[in-house]
């Protein structure tokens, strides 16, 4: 059974930056997808950003250009590196991997506010 563990999220200025942070428990060999999703009040959960295990990504629009994701396939973890943060990207983020199944993290809020 696989366990997702998120951290790195926090209250931060329009214009800051947060990094988020998501670890994979338990065995993983082969080709996943991490990514992470967002979900505001009121709003359904969006795809932000994905990362395949051979390194391919693909990211929402409205966070092209600003955010990054990366991996570490040696820790099976994956980050979120958010640049220029606007209020618009408050939400809760939640981690995601599909490998043999679909799991999700508990989910990390991140608040964009002055």
């Known amino acids: 059974q696989v366990q997702l563990v998120e951290s790195g999220g926090g209250l931060v200025q329009p214009g800051g930056s947060l990094r988020l942070s998501c670890t994979a428990s338990g065995r993983i060999s082969g080709f996943y997808v991490m990514g992470w999703y967002r979900q505001a009040p009121a709003k359904q959960r969006e795809l932000v950003a994905r990362?395949?295990?051979?390194?391919?990504?693909n990211y929402a629009p409205s966070v092209t250009g600003r955010f990054t994701i990366s991996r570490d396939n040696a820790k099976n973890t994956v980050y979120l590196q958010m640049n220029s943060l606007k209020p618009d990207d408050t939400a809760v983020y939640y981690c995601n991997l599909d490998y043999r199944g679909t799991y999700w993290g508990q989910g990390t809020q991140v608040t964009v506010s002055s």
């Open positions: 990362i395949t295990s051979d390194g391919r990504t």
